[in-house]
């Protein structure tokens, strides 16, 4: 089974939510952002546990991006893929993210079928600042370039780049009881998101790839792009694996703050 592969850039529109779980690859634009997906299901199944997510606001300034590994395959997780949606929908109006992680957590929480949400990391970005608010629900941490330093190292709440919010309109940000951290990304900046699937992608010998080795591979990526270090860190992975089959669905969402050209 091939690929989804759109010959053109996905340009989401004001209120516009796209995702799922599908077979998918292609590039995408949301307010301040370029974008890049890669979601490959296990054992080429259509559909997977990995659930992706990508919001623009209806004044086309804030991106919300929303990256989970949702337990169990099937129905079930599509069943889940369409509550995230529409729960995005529900909230594509706001920056802030805290209602949306309770909408989240209480709506699986209360699932007849017992489906809920592995792992989580939430994103929203506020174009006209830079600044990046996430939340992280026991997902393995994204993988940051920050092109200042020309560095890369992993997001973590505890990160000691964490800013406090100011200067945002009034409203956009109300007390919440969830852990929330907000960064700035500067013009050139990079995340990939990824699932467990690439982190703990093992090779023919039976070794995991893990986080130390992923940060590594990750400073040998090239950061021109949003498409070309998530296709780069896609292929370093397969390379890595070799011949060993894949064990877990594997999803790469890459976003990048671009750089402003000047006029000749």
Request: proline share 4%.
């Amino acid at each position: 089974m091939t690929i989804e592969q759109e010959n053109r850039i996905c340009q989401l529109s004001c209120s516009e939510v796209r995702g799922g779980n599908d077979l998918a690859a292609y590039e995408a634009e949301l307010p301040g952002l370029a974008g890049w997906v890669s979601c490959q299901p296990l054992q080429r199944s259509r559909r997977g546990g990995d659930v992706y997510y990508m919001s623009a606001c209806s004044q086309g300034v804030v991106a919300r991006v929303v990256l989970a590994d949702v337990a169990g395959h099937g129905e079930a997780v599509s069943a889940a893929a369409i509550r995230l949606r529409d729960a995005l929908r529900n909230h594509v109006e706001h920056w802030d993210q805290s209602r949306l992680i309770r909408h989240l957590n209480e709506d699986f929480l209360t699932d007849s079928r017992n489906v809920q949400f592995a792992t989580a990391f939430l994103a929203s970005y506020y174009a006209e600042s830079g600044e990046l608010l996430f939340t992280n629900a026991g997902h393995v941490p994204p993988l940051w370039y920050r092109a200042a330093a020309r560095d890369w190292d992993y997001l973590h709440d505890s990160t000691p780049m964490s800013k406090e919010i100011v200067d945002l309109p009034l409203g956009m940000v109300s007390g919440t009881s969830y852990s929330q951290t907000a960064v700035e990304l500067e013009p050139g900046d990079l995340l990939l998101l990824y699932t467990d699937g690439i982190s703990e992608a093992r090779d023919e010998s039976g070794s995991q790839l893990g986080l130390d080795r992923l940060l590594s591979l990750a400073r040998n990526l090239p950061v021109d792009s949003a498409v070309a270090a998530g296709e780069a860190l896609v292929a370093a992975t397969a390379e890595f694996s070799g011949a060993a089959p894949a064990t877990d669905d594997q999803t790469v969402v890459a976003l990048q703050r671009p750089v402003k050209r000047g006029r000749r």
